[in-house]
């Protein structure tokens, strides 16, 4: 016999079904279910669902976290976690056989937030196969970092058009920005969304320091307005043959202080989500600080562990922000290279000009992937051709005055430029695996030699023209400039520089700046 109070229950249950069908959210106060799909629920599970595909069939084999820890749904497509009781979000990692679902901006959306606070909630999610991508570009955007309406319109302007034009070269093609979205000002997260909302390609997103909100309390509440527009911060997904992970590596501590690296419920996370990836794919790990100058002896930033485990797989590529400049930097991990890519910024110098720190044009990378590796990657200068990957200088021209800085390659002691004809190249994506040669009127002079430099050019821009401070992150000295002799006077040569990288690409100049 139903009673007048279980026949209440089950017209609010209805109705809360009817309510969240259309997000596949089910929630189940106490519920009593103890077989789903035909699965049967275990004693201690509290978080739980199906996964199933547009023929409502239950998909097996698909990652299933809470944020803290991972399982696969089964063969009757069930999930069963103990929901951590932290977990903001129930979320997959998307199969490479499944189309990326996206909301009605085209954004990913493969999560739902955990807003009940019942002993045990039933989640649901539907999935759409599809054929995987053997080929397949990703765009990484590092640094957007706006801070006023204006500078978003520049990025709104400039930056996102020119992704769009490159997004048609590709077949497949998704994007993932790299961290500071925002820089300390959280009035503008509304514009910045919507942004890279409904364009021709999917943003997936990485929470920087500047998205951390500095007036929080601690660091779990200074991710909560990056979670209520995007959702989770540690996630992953696949496309091809490639896992890809996006995580949140700034430690907040309070108002702009922070630190790089993972917690350690962050890393047994990591090793969960990785432990169901097969070692011969590609694992992209894309964080906002670098690992390249830290974490080798700090045990709490799990800088080491992470590159320990990225170097069992087949190829391992870290995608990284947060300096302002380009730079690729090779881990050699267990015998293995585990490949850095420090990105320069879209904003570059922060929106003062249209460079990075380095001389580096605002851009954004662009990466060819194929079965489990990279078949090409280069740096996209913002609204300028694909080619340019260079630009030269002759090392005896002062730029600008002198009087607060000596504006020429050839003053610094370190770059041994003593005489006339040395000329200087910034090759904003090279590194040592790169072949850059030197001709003059047409007959080589030979291999142009690496080497760290300021860029001359752009910090007179920068400090001179723009009134930055000496010293600052304007003035910055990388590694992917080179120096070559000509005979006679550089500005007076016929010559051309020819860089050629890894894959093959050449990229040639023959104008002086």
């Known amino acids: 016999m139903i009673t007048k109070k279980k026949y209440l229950l089950l017209i609010l249950s209805l109705f809360v079904f009817a309510c969240s069908e259309s997000n596949n959210n089910i929630i189940n106060p106490d519920t009593d279910e103890t077989v789903v799909n035909n699965t049967e629920l275990k004693a201690e599970t509290t978080l739980y669902g199906v996964i199933t595909d547009t023929q409502n069939k239950g998909v097996s084999d698909i990652v299933v976290t809470d944020g803290f820890s991972c399982v696969k749904t089964d063969q009757n497509g069930v999930y069963q976690l103990v929901r951590n009781k932290k977990a903001k979000f129930v979320y997959y990692s998307t199969p490479s056989d499944c189309k990326i679902i996206v909301d009605e901006d085209n954004y990913p959306k493969f999560f739902e937030k955990l807003i009940s606070k019942d002993k045990k909630i039933r989640q649901d999610f539907k999935v759409e196969k599809q054929s ?167 045990h709490q930033a799990y800088y080491r562990e992470v590159l320990d485990l990225l170097s069992t797989f087949a190829e391992a590529h870290l995608m990284i922000g947060h300096t302002h400049y380009q730079i690729n930097y090779l881990h050699s991990v267990n015998g293995k290279t585990v490949y850095e890519h420090v990105h320069g910024a879209a904003c570059g110098a922060w929106w003062n000009s249209d460079l990075c720190a380095d001389g580096a044009p605002n851009g954004y990378g662009i990466y060819e992937i194929k079965g489990n590796t990279m078949k090409s990657w280069y740096y996209k200068a913002t609204s300028l051709p694909a080619d340019f990957q260079i630009r030269a200088y002759d090392a005896s021209k002062a730029f600008g005055p002198t009087n607060k800085y000596t504006y020429v390659f050839g003053a610094p002691v370190n770059l041994s430029l003593a005489g006339d004809g040395w000329i200087v190249a910034n090759i904003w994506n090279a590194d040592n695996r790169w072949t850059v040669k030197l001709y003059q009127d047409g007959t080589e002079v030979g291999n142009m030699t690496p080497v760290s430099s300021r860029d001359y050019w752009a910090l007179y821009h920068h400090l001179e023209e723009l009134g930055k401070a000496k010293g600052s992150n304007f003035d910055k000295s990388t590694n992917h400039f080179y120096k070559g002799q000509l005979t006679g006077k550089a500005s007076e040569a016929n010559f051309k520089i020819e860089a050629r990288d890894p894959f093959g690409n050449v990229y040639t100049t023959s104008e002086l700046k």
């Open 132 to 298: 995987i991508e053997n080929e397949f570009a990703l765009f990484c955007v590092a640094d957007p970092q706006c801070r006023n309406s204006s500078e978003v319109n520049r990025y709104k302007g400039e930056t996102i058009p020119d992704i769009n034009r490159m997004t048609a070269q590709y077949q497949n093609v998704y994007a993932i920005t790299l961290g500071d979205i925002i820089f300390d000002s959280p009035e503008l997260w509304s514009d910045m969304k919507a942004s890279m909302a409904k364009q021709s390609l999917p943003f997936f997103q990485t929470i920087g320091n500047h998205d951390h909100l500095e007036t929080a309390a601690n660091d779990e509440k200074s991710v909560e307005n990056f979670q209520d527009l995007f959702g989770p911060t540690d996630y992953s997904f696949n496309r091809g043959n490639v896992h890809i992970i996006s995580m949140d590596n700034v430690i907040y501590t309070g108002k702009q202080q922070y630190s790089g690296g993972f917690t350690a419920s962050q890393w047994k996370w990591l090793q969960e989500d990785l432990s169901y990836v097969s070692k011969d794919k590609m694992v992209i790990l894309c964080t906002h600080m670098p690992f390249r100058t830290g974490g080798t002896s700090d």
